[in-house]
């Protein structure tokens, strides 16, 4: 996978490399600054079992660094190789403030990708993570697919286009890919945490053609 490492944050509390004595690199976008590992050393050392420091860090807003252009996110099984197949599809649909893009569709051997973008008003201070969209899949044939397996959910700051305004980049992935008789896609998508609004949110859906 590649990462900017131009854009690293800590994971932990958002500060830029410049911003902090040191930084140390994780696993994939994962970073934590010198400020939080004492952080998070005192914790482990604090007995109680929900101190103070742990209660405030578990409390942060959702921080997520270091994200690859839209298109480049692959785990090590797909680094290797390109896609069989790729279906731009470019369609967006809006509710409620917020706005989902469909932007293509990857297919590999044994599986195939939706990358999306998900534009929303900025999560309140007391996510811990954000939480990925959930999806409902089924096309012409009757074949289905709920959820997905090794996606991935990104924010993407630079695409934000002010402070009422949060973008996250997604990747869901699906087994088995569709077989060769599938000729039209729908795909349904909700928001988890839309449920619990005063005016719960309506899936997205959205018809695809894939010849």
């Known amino acids: 996978m590649s990462f900017d490492r131009s854009m690293a944050r800590c994971s932990f509390c958002g500060r830029h490399s410049s911003d902090v004595r040191r930084m140390i690199a994780g ?19 604090d007995p109680t079992p929900f101190s103070t420091a742990a209660l405030e860090l578990a409390s942060r807003p959702p921080v997520v ?23 731009t599809l470019e369609i967006e649909q809006k509710q409620q403030g917020m706005t989902l893009i469909l932007h293509r569709i990857l297919y590999y051997q044994d599986f195939f ?3 999306y973008l998900w534009i929303r008003p900025p999560f309140t201070a007391g996510f811990a993570f954000v939480p990925r969209i959930i999806f409902f899949l089924k096309d012409n044939t009757g074949t289905q697919w709920t ?24 990747t869901a ?13 729908t795909i349904r998508a909700a928001d988890p945490l839309g449920q619990f609004e005063p005016l719960p949110a309506q899936p997205w859906q959205f018809e695809i053609t894939l010849a």
């Open 27 to 45: 696993p994939g976008a994962a970073y934590i600054c010198d400020d939080c590992l004492q952080l998070c050393n005192d914790i482990l050392r």
């Open 65 to 87: 660094v270091a994200a690859p252009s839209l298109g480049t996110e692959r785990n090590e099984n797909t680094a290797a190789r390109e896609p069989l197949r790729t279906v």
């Open 113 to 115: 990708e939706l990358q």
């Open 147 to 170: 959820g997905d397996r090794g996606g991935m959910i990104l924010a993407r700051p630079d695409l934000a286009s002010g402070p009422n305004n949060a973008v996250y980049q997604g």
């Open 173 to 185: 992935r699906f087994r088995p890919s569709p077989s060769s008789e599938a000729r039209t896609l």
